[in-house]
């Protein structure tokens, strides 16, 4: 049973900085695409950030480019997001996903963790 929990969410101010983490069990996210999705108040689950499972090239969303790295630590089996300079519209649920296809699909899903920025 393949398993991604995630961390790090919580309630901060604009300009804040936050980590989320995802470790998983049950796969090696080291042959899979890896990704975090959003899910805003009222909106649908977009992706913001994603890795493939070889190569660098790295997506990310508009809205957080330049804001917002993904990364992933082979030995840890885990996948973060380090967020700066969050806005309120970062506001939402975050979900770390893998084996991500298409950008909208994926094999595996996190319970989501919830960031909520305070202007």
């Known amino acids: 049973q393949v398993q991604l929990v995630e961390s790090g969410g919580g309630f901060v101010q604009t300009g804040d900085s936050l980590r989320l983490a995802c470790v998983a069990s049950?796969?090696?996210?080291?042959?899979?695409?890896v990704g975090w999705f959003r899910q805003g108040p009222g909106k649908e689950r977009d992706l913001v950030a994603a890795?493939?499972?070889?190569?660098?090239?790295?997506y990310y969303a508009d809205s957080v480019k330049g804001r917002f790295t993904i990364s992933r630590d082979n030995a840890k089996n885990a996948l973060y997001l380090q967020m700066n300079d969050l806005r309120p519209e970062d506001t939402a649920v975050y979900y770390c996903?893998?084996?991500?296809?298409?950008?909208?699909?994926?094999?595996?899903w996190g319970q989501g963790t919830q960031v909520t920025v305070s202007s």
């Open positions: 996903a893998a084996g991500v296809n298409g950008g909208v699909r994926a094999d595996y």
């Open positions: 890795l493939p499972w070889s190569g660098s090239t790295t």
């Open positions: 049950g796969r090696d996210l080291r042959r899979l695409a």
